[in-house]
């Protein structure tokens, strides 16, 4: 039996305001440390591949532990998780800001990781239990989508005006008191409700999951210092596929699995994750590369770099709340394949940028299209992914929207970083070979930062280097917008229209009362 939530209708704008304040503070934290990259790089002495795990660190835990913490939300109550986790990722953070070496900062980004994992996924369930009627949920996912796009693309701004004015410390000094104030009101506003049918943690599940993204996105990060034919890249590939095997096998046989495979048989459920996927891979790849393109490439200062991804993050957030609006009149397929193809399109055109390309007439358009695909594409897919499960079980639903959001993440940093490292390494050997010493081009090859301060003494390196990042920004925006172009495909024969009904085996039910079945 499923503990509903307390009555508190009046407060139902503070507990949205209250679940998007905790959506924003940690997925600003996915980004924010973006901008500090060359200072992190300068201070910590961080190579391009410690960078990344900085990076992926934070995504990674993430990602691995979001199903497992889902389940565990439902079963002791949302409301305490939320707490727990805003505290646990607010001291993380200060600690964070006194690291004093790339590894500590690396296990403390995993620990931050951890805690977010238990947040994010609570606050969609917090939506699910608190919103029940279809339109009016649709449109506070909305109000939630533009949240955590907001966090996501506002990382970057916020980031550059702290490092403008402080050390890298305030990077992380920053997130907690805005984790603090989440969590005064959570305890003034949100109401309790638990599900104490979910079973017990399956801890199976849990650390094959665990081990087989670790590996996975392990090998992406170090395939250009291995190669990517060599025996250690090929054997990391599949040991993580023969992993994934292993995972869905075990947990069509337990009796109570981390994650039911079988719901993926409703394509409102396996679509829609697939979308997100997509999307949030497109989208950690860009703001990775591009933060290091304003600064290294323009020279721009961390604000100054910062506030030109504002369009991104204003347009995401306008099409988040208009997708929450229209994806309940239109249906999921029409709203995720155009934000799919939107999305694919802008960055097809990015691949297609020089090092001059202007930034009012060109790249600001391109932000506005991506992020408008972006946000129609989140708010949508959520939605329906939400669908299948009713508001008892909302963490498991919750949880994998966003194990799927953290894992594109995750793997759009790994993939999109490692791409543009092979590109630009091979680039830059071929127009410095011989005009700088092996030693010295080893370094610039290794770190942009390192090739952008030789470029600041020579200016021939430093044409050289914008060359050598443009090649390696264009193949990574050609695989991105590929593979968003193939997802709107996909989800143009996938995603089901309007009046759809899901299948009786798929339909769940839960206090005799079904899950929506229409799309």
């Not at 690396?106 to 917090?126: E, H, K, N, Y």
């Not at 010493?437 to 370094?443: I, N």
Request: glycine residues 10%; proline residues 5%.
């Amino acid at each position: 039996m499923s503990r509903p939530a307390s009555p508190r209708v009046v407060r139902k704008p503070l507990v949205l305001l209250t679940v998007c304040l905790a959506a924003l503070s940690i997925n600003l934290d996915t980004t924010i440390v973006n901008v500090a990259i060359p200072e992190l790089g300068t201070e910590l002495e961080a190579g391009t591949r410690q960078l990344l795990w900085i990076v992926d660190g934070y995504n990674l835990a993430f990602a691995a532990l979001v199903l497992a913490m889902g389940s565990l939300s439902d079963r002791f109550g949302r409301r305490p998780a939320l707490v727990l986790g805003l505290v646990g990722f607010a001291a993380a953070s200060g600690i964070a800001a006194l690291a004093t070496s790339a590894g500590q900062l690396v296990l403390l980004r995993f620990v931050m990781g951890f805690f977010a994992a238990l947040i994010f996924p609570t606050t969609l369930s917090i939506i699910s239990n608190t919103f029940t009627e279809r339109r009016e949920r649709a449109a506070a996912l909305g109000a939630w989508g533009a949240a955590t796009g907001l966090g996501v693309a506002l990382g970057p701004v916020t980031g550059g005006w702290l490092l403008e004015h402080f050390t890298w410390h305030a990077v992380f000094w920053a997130l907690t008191p805005v984790a603090l104030l989440a969590t005064a009101m959570t305890l003034a506003f949100v109401p309790e409700s638990r599900d104490p049918s979910v079973p017990r943690l399956d801890f199976a599940g849990l650390g094959i999951s665990v081990a087989a993204l670790g590996l996975l996105t392990y090998t992406i990060i170090e395939g250009p210092e291995h190669g990517w034919s060599s025996p250690e890249t090929l054997l990391g590939f599949a040991g993580a596929a023969a992993l994934i095997a292993v995972f869905v096998v075990v947990e069509r046989r337990v009796a109570h699995p981390m994650l039911d495979v079988t719901l993926f048989a409703d394509p409102r459920f396996s679509a829609a994750s697939g979308a997100v996927t997509v999307a949030f891979f497109a989208l950690f790849g860009f703001i990775f590369l591009i933060t290091q393109f304003f600064q290294f490439v323009r020279e721009y200062s961390p604000l100054d770099a910062g506030a030109r991804t504002i369009p991104v993050a204003l347009s995401i957030a306008i099409a988040s709340v208009v997708g929450g609006f229209i994806a309940p009149k239109l249906g999921s397929k029409i709203v995720v394949t155009a934000g799919l193809t939107l999305l694919g399109s802008s960055f097809l055109w990015i691949s297609t940028s020089g090092v001059d390309v202007d930034y009012p007439s060109t790249i600001v358009p391109q932000m506005v299209l991506m992020g408008l695909g972006l946000g129609l594409v989140s708010t949508t897919a959520t939605e329906s992914i939400l669908q299948v499960l009713p508001p008892a079980r909302a963490g498991v639903g919750a949880a994998v929207n966003d194990a799927t959001r953290e894992l594109g993440g995750t793997l759009g940093v790994a993939v999109i970083g490692s791409v543009f490292s092979s590109v630009y390494a091979d680039r830059l050997a071929e127009l410095l070979s011989g005009r700088l010493p092996a030693e010295q081009l080893a370094s610039a090859q290794e770190s942009v930062a390192v090739a952008s301060g030789i470029g600041r003494q020579v200016a021939e390196v430093q044409d050289a280097v914008g060359l050598a990042f443009m090649d390696g920004l264009s193949v990574g925006c050609i695989v991105i917008g590929s593979l968003c172009l193939l997802g709107a495909l996909g989800a143009l024969l996938a995603l089901p229209g309007r009046g759809y009904a899901a299948p009786a085996s798929v339909v769940h039910e839960d206090d005799g009362e079904a899950a929506l079945a229409t799309a």
